[in-house]
């Protein structure tokens, strides 16, 4: 059974810094991996989809990389802001199966 | 605007007493599903259905029910809701691949 995992759980950095969210994954047979930012008492937005033929994506400032041979993938944003301060979270699809969601990096970006 | 919409975005109510959350999507999607998120214990899928009249069970469906007549709209149903489904729900739609959420519902069962 897939099993998704984020770490650290909590995350405060300053504003400017370029930071680095884990995600880890115990099956490796996954269609795609998937990340969302979701704010407080908000739904969740996408950010990025990696197929699993790709090894990363980018979008402005995000970008995000995935090894399914190792089970893993990051996040990378550029130059923070206090406006991506949210909870990210990742999810790996592997087909005929519920979409499995690892319980997020809640993040802090300190003016 | 492509969006899932949720309805009520709140609710309060009492033990027992049968409600339904609606979920409409607007992008023809096939897939769609609900989740309830708690803290602590993240994102759960409850129900799934892959078209129109095939759904399914996820993680924790006990005390939830789903029907599927239209391919647009996938309601919740709580026959008997009871305080451990106090929650925020989420609905989603996708076409197999990428996944889009509602705005969620907070759901508290007194």
């Known amino acids: 059974k897939q099993e998704v995992t984020q770490i650290p759980a909590a995350l405060s950095v300053p504003e400017g810094e370029n930071l680095v969210l884990n995600c880890s994954f115990t099956?490796?047979?996954?269609?795609?991996l998937q990340w969302f930012r979701q704010d407080p008492g908000k739904g969740l937005t996408s950010l990025l989809l990696i197929q699993s033929s790709q090894r990363e994506q980018t979008s402005g400032r995000l970008n995000a990389s995935l090894d399914k041979s190792s089970g893993r993938s990051t996040l990378y944003i550029a130059a923070s802001q206090p406006g991506d301060s949210a909870t990210y979270l990742c999810?790996?699809?592997?087909?005929?199966?519920?979409?499995?969601f690892g319980k997020g990096t809640r993040l802090s970006v300190i003016a | 605007e492509a969006q899932v919409t949720q309805n009520p975005r709140y609710l309060i109510t009492v033990t027992g007493k049968k409600l339904t959350v609606t979920c409409s999507q607007n992008?023809?999607?096939?897939?769609m599903s609900w989740y309830r998120q708690d803290p602590g214990l993240g994102l759960r899928q409850i129900y799934y259905?892959?078209?129109?009249?095939?759904?399914d069970k996820g993680d924790v469906p006990e005390g939830y029910k789903v029907s599927r007549k239209e391919k647009r709209n996938f309601p919740l149903i709580l026959e008997s809701p009871s305080p451990n489904q106090t929650s925020l729900y989420f609905c989603a739609s996708s076409s197999y691949n990428e996944q889009f959420f509602g705005p969620g519902t907070r759901l508290t069962v007194l």
């Open positions: 099956d490796s047979a996954i269609y795609n």
């Open positions: 999810a790996a699809y592997s087909g005929n199966t519920p979409l499995v």
């Open positions: 259905s892959m078209n129109v009249e095939v759904t």
């Open positions: 992008m023809n999607h096939e897939y």
